[in-house]
Structure formats: C-alpha cells, structure tokens
C-alpha cells in the first residue's frame, strides 16, 4: 500500500513564500507522474502542477511562474515551492500519484492547509 504524507503548509502574508513536501516511496516517485491539487472553501479539487519521472513538470494557469514542482529521489520526496502566494492560492493542498498495481491506482495525502492572509 502507498502512503503520501504531506507538510509544509501554514499561514503567510502576501507576497511571502512556503514549500510543501511530500514523502512517498522511492519506487512511487522513480516510475510515476507526481501531482499537486488544491481546493479551496466551497470549490471543487483542482490540479496545480503535475512532474512526469522524466523531470517534465505542467503547470495550472493561476500558478504558473510562482510555483515549482519538483522531486528528491535521494529523500523519496516531492517538493511544492511555492513563491509571491496571493489570497487566492488559499487552500488545502494534496499530494496525489496513480501507481499500476494489478489495474491503475489513485493515491492522495491527507492534505495541508495553505492560508495566505493580511
């Protein structure tokens, strides 16, 4: 069974900056698609950014140039750098992978709570 355990998230003022983490399995990270989603209040689970084994990241249009996927073999981790946060990037965060397991799998964290905030 696969388990993603997510930190990192808190509460910032504009402008400022955090980076969520995500630790998981070498075996997870090394062969599958990484994912980032987030949802906000009363709004449905988007995805923010996703990174392909082969380093290819993607990126959401309300993220893109602010926020930096990436991942840390070494640590079995996935990273969220996430820079110049605005009140609208509020919102719980999920790490989240589908893994080939006899059939496709989906895997989420429990998600972290990101508040930016004046």
């Known amino acids: 069974q696969v388990q993603l355990v997510e930190s990192g998230g808190g509460l910032v003022q504009p402008g400022e900056s955090l980076r969520l983490s995500c630790a998981t399995s070498g075996s997870v990270i090394s062969a599958y698609a990484m994912d980032w989603y987030r949802q906000a209040p009363g709004e449905e689970r988007a995805l923010v950014a996703t990174i392909a084994p082969d380093e290819v990241a993607h990126y959401a249009d309300p993220v893109r140039g602010r926020f930096t996927i990436s991942r840390d073999a070494t640590k079995n981790t996935v990273y969220l750098q996430m820079n110049s946060l605005k009140p609208d990037d509020t919102a719980l965060y999920y790490c989240?992978?589908?893994?080939?397991?006899?059939?496709?799998?989906?895997?989420w964290g429990q998600g972290t709570q990101v508040t930016v905030s004046s």
């Open positions: 989240h992978t589908v893994i080939y397991s006899n059939g496709w799998v989906e895997y």
